[in-house]
């Protein structure tokens, strides 16, 4: 079992950057697979990011080259850097995380192979 808190959502402009925090307890944290969802209004929770154990890291391609995962194993938490930020990106942001033995070197997109999500934080970009 594992608790996930997410942090760092807020109101930003067009163009600006923000950083979600998302801190794990429970469980080693080393031992999981960390992804990123996100959900607008109206629309089905969309992959955004993930970390696998191994640090090899996956993106949606609508965000590929403007945010960036990472994880500290030592502080058991897990960041989204998101530079470039667009309107389109505004959305409740979670965090997730699994223990599947297939995913040490890769990571699902696939909201269904989580089994521990926080609760979310809010995004909002303005034009």
């Known amino acids: 079992q594992v608790q996930l808190v997410e942090s760092g959502g807020g109101l930003v402009q067009a163009g600006g950057s923000l950083r979600l925090s998302c801190v794990a307890s429970?469980?080693?944290?080393?031992?999981?697979?960390m992804g990123w969802f996100r959900q607008a209004p109206g629309k089905e929770r969309e992959f955004v990011a993930a970390?696998?154990?191994?640090?090899?890291?996956f993106y949606a391609d609508s965000v590929k080259g403007r945010f960036t995962i990472s994880r500290d194993n030592a502080k058991n938490t897990v960041v989204l850097q998101m530079n470039s930020l667009k309107p389109e990106d505004t959305a409740v942001y979670y965090c997730?995380?699994?223990?599947?033995?297939?995913?040490?070197?890769?990571?699902?997109?696939?909201?269904?192979?989580?089994?521990?999500w926080g609760q979310g934080t809010q995004v909002t970009v303005s034009s």
């Open positions: 997730a995380a699994t223990n599947k033995g297939r995913y040490y070197y890769t990571a699902s997109k696939d909201k269904s192979e989580y089994d521990y």
């Open positions: 970390i696998a154990r191994s640090g090899s890291t």
């Open positions: 429970g469980r080693p944290f080393s031992s999981y697979t």
